[in-house]
C-alpha cells in the first residue's frame, strides 16, 4: 500500500508542477497589440489579442496590410522582466493571370534567419521591413515539379480540373490570359521571448498571413 500511495503522490506532484509551468507560460502575456502605422511604403491598420497570449497564433491580413515597421507592443502578466521580439518571413510562390490567382502556399518555402526586431523600450519593438532579396527568395524548382504542385493544390480545393486551365498557361509569353510565376511573403512570424534564468525561452509566435496577390 505504502508503495502505491509513494506512486500515487509522485504522480500527482508531476501533475501539479506541469500544472504550474502550464499556467506561467500562459500568463506569462495577458495582451499582445501591433500598434497602426502608416510608412512610406507600408501600412497597417492595427491589431490586437485580449487576455492571456497562447504559444500560437495565426493573424490572417487584410489586403494592403503589411506589418512590416508597425510597433508591437507586450503586455507582460509581471512588470520587471527581460523580452525580445525576433521577426522570421517566409515566401511561397503564386500564379497570376492578370487578376485571378493561385497561391501555392502549400508547396516549397524560403524561409529567413530570425531577425531582431528594434526595442523602443522594454515592451515596444518595432518589426522590421524585410530586404528585396527576402522578398525574392525562392528554391529552384523544375516545370515538372510546379505543375505537380499545381494539381495538388487544385485537388485539395476540391477543383482537380482547375489544374488543366491553369497549366497550359503558363509562361506563354505576351498572350492574353497568360499565368506567370511570382514569389511573395506569405507567412511573417513573430516570435515573443522573454529572459529566464539566464536563458531565452519562447512564449508565443504569431503568424500573420498577408495576401499574395490582389
Known amino acids: 500500500m505504502h508503495g502505491i500511495a509513494r506512486w500515487q503522490l509522485g504522480t500527482l506532484l508531476c501533475l501539479m508542477l506541469l500544472c504550474v509551468s ?10 499582445l497589440r501591433v500598434l497602426p502605422h502608416a510608412g512610406a511604403d507600408t501600412s497597417f491598420s492595427g491589431w490586437r ?3 492571456p497570449v497562447p504559444p500560437l497564433l495565426t493573424v490572417p491580413l487584410e489586403l494592403g496590410d503589411e506589418v512590416y515597421g508597425a510597433t508591437l507592443q507586450l503586455q507582460p502578466a509581471q512588470p520587471g522582466e527581460t523580452w525580445r521580439v525576433r521577426v522570421q518571413y517566409e515566401t ?8 485571378p490567382h493561385l497561391d501555392l502556399t502549400g508547396w516549397k518555402h524560403c524561409v529567413s ?12 519593438f518595432v518589426l522590421p521591413t524585410p530586404s528585396a532579396e527576402q522578398h525574392a527568395c525562392f528554391p529552384p524548382y523544375t516545370q515538372a515539379e510546379l505543375e505537380q504542385a499545381v494539381r495538388a493544390h487544385a485537388t485539395a480545393q476540391g477543383d482537380p480540373s482547375q489544374a488543366d486551365d491553369w497549366i497550359p498557361r503558363i509562361g506563354q509569353g505576351d498572350a492574353l490570359g497568360t499565368v506567370l510565376p511570382f514569389v511573395a511573403i506569405s507567412t511573417v ?19 500573420f498571413l498577408p495576401p499574395m496577390g490582389c
Open 49 to 51: 489579442h485580449e487576455g
Open 22 to 31: 502550464l499556467r506561467a507560460h500562459t500568463q506569462a502575456l495577458v495582451g
Open 189 to 207: 512570424r513573430v516570435r515573443v521571448e522573454v529572459l529566464r534564468k539566464g536563458r531565452w525561452v519562447v512564449v508565443s509566435t504569431v503568424s
Open 113 to 124: 534567419g530570425w531577425e531582431a526586431a528594434e526595442a523602443v523600450d522594454a515592451v515596444s
Open 92 to 99: 511561397s510562390l503564386g500564379l497570376s493571370a492578370e487578376g
